[in-house]
């Protein structure tokens, strides 16, 4: 039996790998448009909607008082119907094509069999070729290989080097999330936070900073309170399905279960990951390759005490 190492490295799996991250990065690069859009154009309109209505501010710059508060709404409501309506949309059509195509990554180097009634039909070879010629053109596929942290010993079709796997994944995305977590309820209580300081400082109404703020703002809440649930709700969910993973994996070395309950288990447990790709909302590539070296040392020391 071909250990994971050498199947993870195979050219077929390569492809696959490099497809599914095209089709993550599609989600994610729709995910930036939203946010653009919703947080850094929000940003933009309220601080300008609610400077141009200060007499201080309009007296410093030699103009006078602007009330642009119309605009300002009706900018935050388009936004919020454009995420809602289309970018949504498009960021969950490439998320749950990248997680499809990942799960016949994963399947292949497990030797695991396809869980169709969950999964539904593989993607066809043809649109995955597509997505991996995109792709390979503008990243270094060598960046690819070795995406396991396994050796030699860790065979394809055995449940604990499957369980060192899944473990990574989990490991790894937990800590991602994690981060994100912290940075979107930092970001937000800063925006806040300086969006009432301009307020204070050019003395603006309580009634001009309402309608200049909060429906400008409206596409901002929505995006950050979208990050922040699904990222909370995602590390609780993480959390479950390691514990199970550990579980497993202590079962099996106590010998408490023989090769073919193991195998079965590991498959529901891989129903679980799949669900969770399929579903959660994308992390920054920026976050990703900017921890990238640090979880990869984590994940080969992690793995080597498992495995």
């Not at 696959?16 to 940003?43: C, D, P, T």
């Not at 300081?197 to 409206?218: A, E, I, Y």
Request: net charge positive; hydrophobic share 45%; aromatic share 10%.
């Amino acid at each position: 039996m071909d250990s994971i190492s050498t199947l993870q490295n195979k050219e077929e799996n390569i492809q696959k790998l490099a497809a599914a991250r095209e089709a993550y990065s599609r989600s994610k690069a729709v995910l930036q448009i939203n946010f653009w859009l919703s947080v850094i154009g929000a940003i933009l309109v309220s601080a300008i909607s609610i400077l141009l209505k200060s007499q201080a501010f309009a007296t410093k710059i030699g103009i006078q008082p602007l009330d642009i508060s119309f605009y300002a709404s009706l900018y935050g409501v388009a936004v919020t119907v454009i995420d809602v309506f289309f970018l949504s949309k498009f960021i969950k059509t490439y998320r749950e094509l990248g997680a499809l195509i990942q799960e016949s990554f994963d399947t292949n180097v497990y030797s695991m069999p396809w869980n169709q009634v969950l999964v539904g039909e593989k993607t066809a070879p043809e649109d995955i070729y597509g997505l991996y010629e995109k792709h390979a053109k503008k990243a270094d596929l060598s960046k690819l290989k070795d995406w396991y942290p396994v050796n030699d010993s860790n065979l394809s079709g055995d449940p604990v080097s499957i369980n060192v796997c899944q473990r990574t994944n989990l490991m790894w995305d937990m800590s991602l999330r994690k981060k994100a977590l912290l940075l979107s309820k930092l970001f937000l209580l800063v925006v806040v936070a300086a969006i009432i300081w301009l307020g204070v400082h050019f003395n603006v109404s309580l009634t001009q900073f309402l309608v200049g703020f909060v429906v400008p703002m409206l596409p901002l809440f929505v995006f950050v309170s979208k990050s922040v649930r699904s990222n909370t709700e995602s590390i609780s969910y993480i959390n479950s399905i390691k514990s199970h993973v550990e579980s497993l994996m202590e079962k099996i070395q106590r010998g408490e279960l023989d090769h073919q309950s193991a195998l079965l288990i590991a498959r529901q447990l891989q129903d679980a990951i799949f669900t969770h790709r399929n579903t959660t909302r994308p992390v920054s590539d920026w976050l990703y390759w900017k921890t990238k070296d640090n979880q990869e040392k984590r994940a080969k020391y992690a793995a080597s005490s498992w495995g």
